[in-house]
């Protein structure tokens, strides 16, 4: 599925990315800064922290509770943010647009 990547910059970054991966590794393997991942994916560091934009936060979801918690080390969250480690991509995500913050942990 197609996954675009903003910077807090702008800068756009598509990936394509495989399906039952997550967003985190989607970005670490393809080189897409912005996205530190320090605990390799365990919902345990808040460094892989994106914001997804409006027009796909239905179908993303919400945060499960253990991701709730840790959102709250994240600095800037807003309506849209998850742990990317904790989004896997599906067919219904094709399209996604997720953006960075300013810095991670
Ligand atoms: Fe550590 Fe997502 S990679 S919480």
Redesign the pocket.
């Known amino acids: 599925a197609k996954v675009t990547y903003v910077e807090f910059d702008g800068t756009e970054h598509v990936v394509d990315v495989p399906v039952g991966t997550s967003v985190?590794k989607g970005a670490i393997r393809n080189n897409v800064p912005g996205i530190d991942?320090?605990?390799?994916?365990?919902?345990?560091?808040?460094?892989?922290h994106v914001h997804v934009v409006a027009p796909w936060r239905d179908k993303v979801g919400e945060a499960t509770g253990a991701e709730q918690a840790?959102l709250q080390f994240a600095d800037g969250v807003d309506g849209g943010s998850r742990?990317?480690?904790?989004i896997l991509i599906t067919h219904d995500l094709d399209g996604l647009v997720v953006t960075m913050p300013e810095v991670q942990g």
Not at 37 to 48: I, K
């Open positions: 985190m991942a320090d605990c390799g994916g365990h919902c345990s560091c808040a460094t892989c840790l742990l990317s480690c904790q």
